[in-house]
């Protein structure tokens, strides 16, 4: 393979007693998928899961086919997200740590801090806060960095160098990102290790701009330039309005094949590419769809951004890839009933 591909892997498909006083028994990631309603001609949902089916990730079994797929298509590692919320709050953590305590499946993986507020945007209240997200200090970092050392000692756990892979997803919002890395780091070492291998996420999903920009002043390691591949030709802009005007809602955009003139590049920027996205599911009319996207259209996306960083050593050469499991997002590489396995041969073929 020419690149290492890293999908995020979205925990939420098995019920816990937060969902189900804030949303109803039994509620899962699943829930919003099956509900999805189709919004405006040529709209395609509901997406339905074929090989792998509605799985509850509390069974070792789908976890392993999970792990299965993922090692025949070139999936080299899980980026698992992960959820700290200070002062020892976690959530949605018993997949991870099973995988973890049990030492199977074998598919490599790395933790991605989800540092953000849970609200109730997915479902149209915005306002309601669920779980809100705290920074207390020193000591929680601290106690975080201790939680999950043990995954970074882990041999499946992917590394960069000799590195554990640790991934910020709003490093903005962290009160002083430069002081969490310098401790972490720090920490890391203490600890043991060669240090840590920092991502932080550059998030500008539809192109206005990076949320976050000073990955080298602040010491991270790479960043990941986060952009939805979203056509914004005028001819193009101007059919998908019309779109939306006739379904009263989402925002529509096309899915864009132009990759290298869309994202950015450099030293410390490493590329992500996304399957699709369509968060109706999860947000109704306020969602924003990606529309046309195919596997073809996927892997021409995936040959530029491997071509983006063909140059570097093999070990740095990480293609981010948004994602294995959102299907409420619209992004997943698991095999669905319109495409079968065509997602995770895209991203196979354009990894060769």
Known sequence: MEARAVAFYLPQFHPIPENDAWWGP???????????????????????????????????????????LAAQYGVEAF???????????????????????S???????CLAWANQTWSGIWHGEADRVLVQQHYPGVEDYTAHFEAVLPAF???R?????????????????LPDAGDFVDLWQSLARRAGLEGLYLVAEMSDLLGGGPRYD???????????????????????????????KLAGGPEIFPYSTDWTGQNRTGDLVQ????????????SGRGGVVLHGATPAKFGANVRQAVASIAHRPADERLLWVKSWNEWAEGNHLEPDLRHGRGWLEALRDGLR
């Open 26 to 68: 039994g509620f899962t990631e699943w829930t919003n998928v099956a509900r999805a309603r189709r919004l405006y001609p040529g709209h395609r949902q509901p997406l339905v899961p074929a090989d792998l089916g509605f799985y509850d990730l509390r069974l070792p079994e789908a976890r392993a086919a999970q792990s299965e």
């Open 79 to 101: 980026a698992y997200w992960h959820y700290w919320f200070g002062n020892g709050r976690r959530i949605l953590e018993r997949p991870f740590s099973e995988v973890l305590a």
């Open 103 to 109: 030492g199977a499946p074998d598919v490599s993986f």
């Open 153 to 155: 000692r882990d041999a």
């Open 157 to 173: 756990y992917l590394r960069v160098g000799g590195r554990p892979v640790f991934y910020v997803f709003r490093p903005e919002e």
């Open 214 to 244: 000073r990955v080298k002043e602040d010491g991270f390691d790479a960043g990941v330039y986060m952009r939805m591949p979203a056509g914004t030709s005028r001819a193009e802009t101007a059919r998908m309005r019309a779109f939306r």
């Open 271 to 282: 590329p992500c590419v996304y399957p699709n996205w369509d968060n109706t599911p999860r």
